[in-house]
């Protein structure tokens, strides 16, 4: 496993290093924001613990424009927040958002739960494009049915099975032939 470790501070980075300890994998400390995101994306870790202390609201922005763009759990330790600042942590992807809790002891369990949170975000939005995916298809396909239904005066049972039939007889799916009837349709002039 490989931990980026995001902290200005040296003697705070080393408490969660302490709490790293006996974790087998890579750390590597990044100590400054300049190039962060280049940085991160160069050493690609699996997992993003930033330690920011009692940040600016133009810091937090920083760093949540960072998170926005990575697609890996990410711990964020802070010493103070309020409202604003846990609604954009959340907004931004932050895996888990820790107030005033940098112990060494915490930091394995935090690693866990933020890595848990973001498994189980991916899984809930790669269910959710998934859904308007089959969305999407079912809308083009009772599209396709419904321009067979008027141009060849038949029910919507009788176009969804010419949509099939085509579709078993050129070895394609429903939706390739239902996108072909939408996109012929669209050529001829219709709507």
Same mark, same amino acid.
């Given at each position: 496993?490989?931990?980026?470790?995001?902290?200005?501070?040296?003697?705070?980075?080393?408490?969660?290093?302490?709490?790293?300890?006996?974790?087998?994998?890579?750390?590597?400390?990044?100590?400054?924001?300049?190039?962060? @995101? /280049? $940085?991160?994306?160069?050493?690609?870790? %699996?997992?993003?613990?930033? =330690?920011?202390?009692?940040? +600016?609201? *133009?810091?937090?922005?920083?760093?949540?424009?960072?998170?926005?763009? @990575? /697609? $890996?759990?990410?711990?964020?330790?802070? %010493?103070?927040?309020?409202? =604003?600042?846990?609604?954009? +942590?959340? *907004?931004?992807?932050?895996?888990?958002?820790?107030?005033?809790?940098?112990? /060494?002891?915490?930091?394995?369990?935090?690693? %866990?739960?933020?890595?848990?949170?973001?498994?189980?975000?991916?899984?809930?939005?790669?269910?959710?494009?998934?859904?308007?995916?089959?969305?999407?298809?079912?809308?083009?396909?009772?599209?396709?049915?419904?321009?067979?239904?008027?141009?060849?005066?038949?029910?919507?049972?009788?176009?969804?099975?010419?949509?099939?039939?085509?579709?078993?007889?050129?070895?394609?799916?429903?939706?390739?032939?239902?996108?072909?009837?939408?996109?012929?349709?669209?050529?001829?002039?219709?709507?």
């Amino acid at each position: 496993m490989k931990i980026a470790i995001i902290d200005e501070n040296r003697a705070r980075a080393s408490i969660i290093e302490e709490g790293l300890a006996g974790i087998e994998g890579e750390i590597h400390l990044i100590s400054g924001r300049e190039g962060l @995101l /280049a $940085r991160i994306e160069q050493i690609a870790p %699996d997992i993003v613990l930033m =330690d920011l202390g009692n940040p +600016s609201r *133009d810091v937090l922005e920083e760093y949540f424009t960072v998170s926005r763009v @990575l /697609a $890996r759990p990410i711990a964020m330790f802070v %010493d103070e927040s309020d409202d =604003d600042a846990i609604a954009a +942590s959340i *907004d931004a992807g932050v895996s888990a958002y820790v107030v005033d809790g940098l112990a /060494a002891g915490r930091i394995r369990p935090l690693l %866990d739960l933020a890595v848990k949170r973001f498994n189980a975000f991916a899984r809930l939005q790669a269910d959710l494009a998934e859904a308007k995916g089959k969305l999407a298809e079912r809308e083009t396909i009772d599209r396709a049915k419904r321009i067979l239904m008027d141009s060849k005066r038949i029910s919507e049972p009788e176009a969804y099975a010419e949509l099939r039939k085509k579709a078993m007889s050129s070895s394609r799916r429903i939706i390739d032939i239902a996108e072909a009837v939408v996109t012929a349709h669209g050529l001829m002039g219709g709507n």
